[in-house]
C-alpha cells in the first residue's frame, strides 16, 4: 500500500489548484460571462440594443429639431405609427415637454416572428427652450408622424429708458 494518494493509472490525480482555487474559479465564470457577452444576438447586431432597452433609446427617445428666428422658437419631433390622440404636450417655465405611448397593435398568437424591430411603449421627452416664450399663441400641428410647435418670444423692451440719478442727502 503507498502512503500516496494518488491513484496510479486512472488518469487523473486529484484536484488541480486551479480547480481548488476560489480565484480561479471566478476567473473561469469571468471568461464565461464575456464569451456568452460576444456571442449573444444584441453583439452582432448593433440595433438590438436601441430597439430593446427600456425607455433608453430608440423610438422612446424620439428624434428633436429645436431652431429659433428673430420672433419664434419652432420645435419638430419625428413620432412614426402615433396619431395627435396619443400625444400630450406641455409648456413649461423654459421647457417643452412631450410624452405619448406608441401601443403594440400587432397580433402574435399564430404568428412565428423571424425578426421583430418595431418598438412600442411610453416615452417622455423635456426639451429646454433657447429663450423664453408666450403661453399665448402656441400652435402645435401634427402631420405624418411628424409634430411641429411654433411659440412666439417674449418680447423684449425695445425703447431704452433714462433713469435719473438723484444726489443722496
Known amino acids: 500500500m503507498s502512503l500516496i494518494p494518488w491513484k496510479w493509472g486512472s488518469g487523473r490525480t486529484g484536484m488541480t489548484r486551479a480547480e481548488s482555487d476560489p480565484f480561479m474559479a471566478l476567473q473561469r465564470e469571468i471568461n464565461r460571462a464575456f464569451d456568452s457577452f460576444l456571442s449573444d444576438d444584441w453583439f452582432r447586431d448593433p440595433l438590438w440594443l436601441q430597439r430593446n432597452w427600456p425607455n433608453g433609446a430608440g423610438f422612446l427617445t424620439p428624434r428633436v429639431d429645436v431652431s429659433e428666428t428673430e420672433s419664434e422658437v419652432h420645435v419638430t419631433v419625428e ?24 401601443k403594440d397593435e400587432r397580433s402574435t398568437q399564430d404568428h412565428n416572428f423571424h425578426r421583430m424591430e418595431r418598438t412600442f411603449g411610453a416615452f417622455e421627452r423635456i426639451i429646454p427652450l433657447p429663450a423664453k416664450v408666450q403661453r399665448e399663441g402656441v400652435q402645435a400641428r401634427f402631420k405624418d408622424g411628424v409634430l411641429s410647435i411654433v411659440m412666439p418670444k417674449v418680447e423684449r423692451s425695445r425703447v431704452a429708458q433714462k433713469i435719473p440719478v438723484q444726489a443722496g442727502n
Do not use: F
Request: aromatic share 0%.
Open 79 to 102: 413620432l412614426p405609427g402615433l396619431s395627435e390622440k396619443d400625444l400630450d404636450v406641455e409648456l413649461r417655465e423654459n421647457q417643452l415637454r412631450i410624452a405619448g405611448e406608441k
